[in-house]
């Protein structure tokens, strides 16, 4: 098969097959410097990151194939066809048609450096700056960072922030990616000498975009192509005239497509043409001009350049102050590499072909008088303004746009245009508008004229607010009763359409006043009563920052000392494998799951036998495969969870079976061609409220003391009830495996956090011995509890196939697969009870907390969640019920701190009722209820019920809690109330809450005990090898490197304790023969016991070596002699160990988070202003990579609590959320402005390993520090609002949901108050 083809624009084709080619010409470009030509039978939808990975350029990753997430950022140069200049920019290789790279330069991160000619200076210093974990998005970043070195002659660390607009990290939270990348000068550039440039032969300079190499037109000049495979043409014109010709000639019914940057098809798939015509070689069309009428853009213009010339009219030519505004606002559109590829006249054809599209350029360009150009076949032009486009058809016309005009604006016109979306960067509009007013300032800032007033992300139809302009013609907008009226007629014409993707339309027509009255805020000014000017505004991000104070520990390095990690070089350059990006195997097949169209239904038949006749189509491997027992869950995990259903299918998704085809693009045809019909089809239950309909699954409830008597004692009791949904994992390796079927069983290269499970899971799925599967994990690209087990629905499915076909089969999941098959976070529900004395101080605590398990309970973490409630606290009496309910969702799994996560949010939710129901400051309640020193927590028994399962063993001698000698939180509070300058912030905010209706502040402190209890059964096995010749050492360990840096914390702990420099020691892959039975990488214990048994086993080889040493003599040797005269004494040179029960202890992680925020009121769009965390590590392993754990973490409850949200379609059942147009986890430009993380200052644990303790999880509960503060601003603004009574903030605090908690009202809409 080729190499990992991966696109989904195959669905409806196949490779074509050169016989039935009437092709002109060739593809070629350069990448790296090399000259490639592609094979004319090649799809116009193949992606140019499908041929770098047929190159085995694998350095360049795919997560997303839709342009949201960077991985797959490459850098390109090609002329541009109107003045011949060489324009560099980065570009997403998922994107960019590979038939239309005709003489394009690319590079891609093996173009840059590598390990063997050295590395470049960025790839260097995102290593050096621990910018790396997984290292997926690594490449992707590397490459978006070299793109604005090679289209700028300069940067600063804004553009620098700007310029990482479209690129996902989900591991590290994007600070040290952000200072890496900042820290670069034009210099370092220069002093790169690493790269060959392409165009010279020469040592990069890095200089070609900023010189602009002008390639002569008379060499270059495009000729006009045609290519024709399997009856689909792609013409190239290279002149109006031609593509007219083309138009011309279109024989009725074709159906054709222009094609410029082809970024359209990841928003809007539109299957199949006859006909694509690539118009990016017709010099017109990239024309850029200052004419006297107005600036001239092509159609084929990026909406970069455009832009970059606004920017520079917006300086120098009167009238065109408002293009400021509009390059404002084009920096939300999209991100920098999508709007380097797309063009403006693209983004309206868009807009054409799909009304329902928020378009911002075209709101946008409306709003600002554009108007545009466009040409029948026969030639003629015709100019049109934005709404008369709207009107008409261009596909049936054959028309086509040639231009746009900008005009100028007149001094007294006011313009603003406005994006309300759910994350800062590249994501779609929820509401978008365009306003122009001409006003009369000096008589009550009276309308003249009529306004222009356009909304988009309304409904397909709704543009132009034709009743609010009237209602304001001529009108004073000082006057309230004139804004009433505006808003009512708003309200009158505004009418939302109601679909599961979108903010309610309550919100969004709510929104669509506010923005409106925003503008009239914008154009008084002054006449406005002070306290509503801030209503004016949007929210302006500063340039970030970040602080990070961690001990250095040198008495004990390398143990502690602050370094990189040790594969971050190889990652940043592409170089680091994964499953994802491995060569394909000799006759490697590939497996693309089927999956049920229906929720809760019965399968009433399966046929693959069209699929069977399809070309390329192997297998199809289903339930009746199964051989062994029909069950993915392994060990003596309670309840089954079958690979496929026999009887009913449970979830929209679900996997039904699997087709296996020689290459990925046959597969997409072929999974559409399986029939499989239902009955019974029966609605599907989507949330915990529905599902609770039905009793659910009971567990042990954690009690102490005597609730009933706590209540009777209490002189206050609150009860209420708080949720919080999902969330993806978005680890940015999709769940992939590859098997291999050898001579004695199977080679299996798992993308799994827990090889031993994955090992078994096949062997009970194929009914084969243990003994003959050998599992290998080299690393993973990201997991986050996505990959403990429900990674086997990947694993054991491929190994179906493999036996079945007796071949390597290969699944990797795309983003839209993952996202629908595997299930996510456990949604939860917590109601509550509690009772306080009048001192605030707590006297019970009754509650249920319910976890969503999806369709089947395995992976539920409720059991643990309700043990972890109490966090730092004390409370005498408890009771706290976990339960668990099925939905017709895939079976959530376990994802970053689970079960933890949820006991300590619903406890601090507790208290921040407390507080607000006795209006007693949040800080001041909690600190009256920590726990004193020597308090005990009760131990996860869940957990430990589970690990007992799962190891088989009794678990009846483990203590039922943990006592706690030392409550260190108090001191951590005083400390970051110090560091924080909490007091006089709190002040500030204050102040500037009193001052602002329409802006509000929020600032919080919360206080974390995070219990650590999971590694006491759990075993991990450790190899250490020296080798006799050189004294290298290699270790070999049973946990998974996932971008936690296990690896790098391994081989610190074995270099510290041999006594020898860090690099003598490497780390291997993991495998289940060398690592048997060892236990999962997860629950933060990974590295943790990993660092325990490999310390062990070094110290059994230490003191070997050291006894050798004696008895030999060699009082003055180095390391090497010794080991090579130990060995030759037969001394056995290796070691291993498997930590006992008991041997790694439990103990308590302390945390303080506090955190400021900004709200705007009015559209429910927030800024984290500053993050202070301070998290105690113990004596921190490796400082370096403890704190990217802490500030990754972070984000990503941030996430969790703010911008992710899963959407369903409530009559299907469907997952809407499957991919990044829906689905936001935050971006560069979300993580706090300022962002402070220290590692408590001496703090060894005395029972930690190596003095340490933990550090993967715990941070993400404190991002719940943010909806704490969002709290505070919130309630200021219902206060002002006339509402003091408590409220609920349910998570996650997506926008509407923080504007709707506002209580934005119409007719709070005023000027004056
Ligand atoms: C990840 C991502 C995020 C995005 N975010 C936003 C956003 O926040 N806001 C926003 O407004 N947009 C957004 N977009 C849309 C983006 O702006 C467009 O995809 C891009 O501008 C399209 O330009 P293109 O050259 O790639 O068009 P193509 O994909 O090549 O073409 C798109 C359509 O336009 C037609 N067309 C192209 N040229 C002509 C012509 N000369 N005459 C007539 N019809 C023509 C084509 O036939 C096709 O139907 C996003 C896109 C992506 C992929
Ligand atoms: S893979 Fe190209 S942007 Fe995600
Ligand atoms: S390091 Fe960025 S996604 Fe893992």
Redesign the pocket.
């Known amino acids: 098969m080729e190499y990992l083809l991966r696109t989904f624009f195959y669905r409806d084709e196949q490779q074509a097959s050169t016989e039935n080619n009437a092709m002109a010409e060739t593809v070629k470009l350069t990448i790296n410097g090399q000259q490639y030509e592609v094979d004319p039978a090649t799809p116009p939808s193949t992606r140019l990151v499908d041929f770098l990975h047929e190159k085995h350029l694998s350095g360049t990753h795919v997560t997303c194939y839709?342009?949201?997430c960077g991985a797959c950022t490459v850098v390109a140069s090609f002329a541009d066809p109107d003045t011949g200049t060489k324009n560099t920019h980065s570009i997403?290789s998922c994107?960019a048609p590979l038939l239309g790279c005709n003489d394009w330069e690319i590079t891609t991160v093996e173009g840059l450096g590598n390990r063997h000619d050295g590395y470049h200076v960025i790839q260097e210093r995102l290593a050096e700056y621990s910018g790396t974990q997984c290292g997926y998005c690594s490449p992707g970043m590397v490459m978006n960072m070299y793109g604005l070195t090679q289209s700028n002659s300069s940067w600063s660390p804004s553009e620098v922030e700007q310029h990482l607009d479209?690129n996902l990290c989900r591991c590290t939270g994007y600070r040290p990616i952000l200072d890496a990348f900042k820290s670069i000068t034009v210099q370092d550039i220069e002093d790169s000498h690493v790269v060959r440039c392409p165009n010279t032969g020469q040592a990069c300079r890095g200089r070609c975009a900023a010189e602009k190499v002008k390639v002569p037109l008379s060499n270059k000049k495009p000729v006009t192509t045609q290519v024709q495979a399997n009856g689909v043409v792609w013409h190239q014109p290279a002149s109006l005239q031609d593509l007219y010709g083309i138009l011309a000639g279109l024989t009725e019914g074709t159906s054709y497509?222009?094609?410029?940057?082809?970024?359209?098809?990841?928003?809007y798939y539109?299957g199949s043409f006859d006909v694509y015509i690539y118009?990016r070689h017709i010099p017109e069309?990239s024309r850029v001009a200052q004419a006297e009428d107005g600036v001239v853009f092509g159609?084929?213009v990026?909406?970069s350049r455009v832009m970059e010339e606004l920017e520079t009219v917006s300086e120098g030519r009167s009238g065109y102050d408002y293009a400021k505004e509009l390059v404002k606002n084009w920096h939300?559109?999209?991100?920098t590499s999508?709007?380097n590829?797309?063009?403006?006249?693209?983004?309206?054809?868009?807009k054409?072909?799909h009304r329902e599209?928020?378009?911002?350029?075209?709101i946008n360009l409306l709003g600002a008088g554009a108007v545009i150009t466009?040409a029948l076949p026969n030639g003629s032009t015709s100019t049109h303004t934005l709404e008369e486009l709207l009107e008409l058809d261009?596909q049936k016309e054959r028309?086509?746009?040639?231009e746009m005009r900008l005009p100028p604006m007149a001094d007294n016109v006011k313009f603003r245009v406005f994006?309300v979306?759910g994350r800062t960067t590249?994501?779609?509009?929820f509401v978008n508008a365009a306003m122009t007013f001409n006003v009369d300032e000096a008589s009550a800032h009276t309308v003249i004229g009529k306004p222009l007033i356009v909304y988009g992300g309304i409904n397909p139809t709704f543009v132009r607010a034709s009743a609010t302009e009237a209602a304001l013609e001529g009108k004073s907008l000082e006057d309230e009763g004139v804004l009433q009226a505006a808003m009512q007629a708003l309200a009158n014409e505004v009418k939302p359409d109601n679909l599961p993707q979108d903010p309610a339309p309550e919100y969004r027509l709510s929104v669509a006043q506010t923005l409106l009255y925003k503008m009239v805020l914008g154009i008084v000014g002054d006449a406005a009563a002070a306290t509503v000017t801030s209503g004016a505004t949007d929210l302006e991000r500063p340039l970030s920052s970040g602080q990070q104070t961690y001990d250095q520990n040198t008495e004990t390095w390398p143990l502690g000392k602050p370094i990189p990690k040790l594969e971050a070089r190889m990652q940043c350059a592409g170089e680091a494998e994964y499953v994802n990006t491995m060569a394909a195997a000799s006759e490697e097949l590939f497996g693309m799951f089927v999956t049920a169209t229906q929720a809760n239904a019965h399968i009433a038949s399966v046929d693959p036998s069209a699929a069977l006749a399809m070309p390329d189509v192997v297998a199809f491997v289903g339930v009746d495969d199964i051989k062994g027992v029909n069950n993915i869950m392994a060990f003596a995990w309670p309840t089954p969870q079958p690979l496929f259903p026999k009887d009913r299918v449970s979830y929209y998704g679900q996997p039904i079976g699997l087709v296996v085809t020689k290459n990925r693009g046959a597969a997409y045809g072929a999974r559409e061609a399986v029939k499989v019909t239902y009955d019974d089809i029966q609605p599907p239950v989507l949330t915990i409220e529905e599902a609770l309909q039905k009793p659910p699954i009971k567990d042990d409830p954690f009690v102490q003391g005597d609730v009933q008597a706590g209540f009777a004692a209490s002189t206050h009791i609150f009860e209420g009830a708080m949720s919080r949904d999902g969330q993806y994992h978005f680890h940015m390796e999709s769940q992939s495996c590859l098997v291999v079927p050898t001579d004695i069983g199977m080679d299996v290269y798992a993308s799994t956090q827990w090889a031993s499970e994955t090992q078994r899971a096949i062997g009970q799925v194929l009914g084969i011995a243990d003994n003959t599967i050998n599992v290998t994990v080299k690393r993973l690209g990201g997991a986050f509890g996505a990959k403990i087990d429900q990674c086997n629905i990947v694993t054991t499915a491929a190994a179906v196939a493999a036996q079945k076909v007796r071949k390597p089969v290969r699944v990797a999941l795309d983003l839209d697969a993952n996202m629908t098959i595997i299930g996510w976070r456990e949604p939860y529900l917590c109601t509550y009870k509690v009772g306080v004395d009048d001192a605030g101080v707590l006297q019970a605590i009754q509650a249920t907390l319910t976890c969503d398990s999806g369709y089947v309970a395995v992976d539920s973490s409720s059991s643990g969640a309700v043990m972890v409630m109490p966090s730092c606290y004390s409370c005498p009496n408890w009771e706290v019920t976990p339960q668990v309910v099925l939905t017709n969702t895939a079976c959530n799994t376990w994802c970053r701190t689970p079960g933890t996560v949820e006991g300590i949010i619903f406890m601090e939710n507790i208290l921040e009722h407390v507080a607000e129901e006795l209006s007693m400051d949040p800080l001041e309640l909690r600190r009256k209820n920590l726990m004193p020193d020597g308090g005990t927590r009760p131990l996860n028994k869940g957990m430990i019920r589970l690990r007992s399962l799962i190891a088989g063993r009794e678990a009846k001698w483990l203590p039922d809690s943990l006592t706690v000698p030392r409550n260190l939180i108090s001191g951590m509070i005083d400390q970051i109330l110090t560091s924080a300058d909490v007091e006089h912030r709190k002040q500030l905010v204050a102040e500037f809450n009193q001052k602002n209706l329409w802006k509000k502040r929020g600032l919080s402190v919360m206080p974390m005990l995070w219990p650590y209890a999971v590694p006491m059964k759990a075993p991990f096995n450790a190899m250490v090898s020296v080798n006799a010749r050189d004294g290298t050492v290699v270790v070999s360990h049973g946990g998974t490197e996932l971008g936690q840096g296990i690896n790098t914390k391994v081989a610190q702990c074995a270099a510290y304790e041999l006594g020898i420099p860090l690099d003598m020691v490497a780390v291997r892959p993991s495998n289940t023969h060398v690592n048997a039975n060892s236990d999962v990488t997860g629950g933060s214990q990974g590295s943790d016991v990993a660092c325990f048994s490999v310390s062990q086993a070094c110290k059994k080889l230490r003191s070997r070596l050291d006894a050798a040493k004696e008895d030999l003599g060699l009082t003055d040797a180095s390391w090497p002699e010794i080991v090579l005269a130990a060995f030759n004494k037969g001394v056995d040179i290796c070691e291993r160990y498997v930590n006992g029960w008991d041997e790694v202890k439990p103990y308590p992680v302390f945390g303080v988070a506090c955190t400021e925020v900004e709200l705007d009121v009015l559209t429910g769009q927030f800024l984290v202003l500053r993050t202070d965390i301070l998290e105690d590590a113990g004596k921190s392993i490796s400082p370096l990579v403890d704190v990217g754990q802490v500030e990754g973490a972070y984000v990503m409850g941030q996430g969790l609590f703010t911008v992710e949200k899963p959407l369903f379609d409530s009559a299907t059942g469907r997952k809407v959320t499957d991919g990044?147009?829906y689905y936001t986890p935050p971006a560069a430009q979300d993580i706090p402005v300022d962002f402070r993380v220290s590692l408590l200052h001496d703090a060894p644990n005395p029972v930690g390993v190596q003095s340490s303790k933990v550090t993967g999880e715990p941070a993400l509960c404190l991002a719940f520090a943010v909806v704490m503060a969002l709290r505070q601003a919130v309630a200021s603004a219902r206060r002002d609002a006339g509402v003091t009574s408590w409220f609920q903030m349910d998570t996650p605090l997506t926008v509407d949901n923080l504007q709707r908690l506002c209580l934005v009202e119409s007719s709070r809409l005023v000027v004056n108050v």
């Open positions: 839709q342009g949201g997403n994107l479209g497509r222009f094609v410029c940057g082809d970024t359209a098809q990841a928003v539109s118009t069309l159609a084929n990026s909406i939300r559109v999209a991100s999508v709007r590829l797309g063009s403006w006249a693209g983004n309206l054809g868009m054409l072909t599209f928020p378009s911002d350029i075209f466009t261009l028309r086509v746009i040639l994006k979306m590249n994501t779609h509009a990044t147009w």
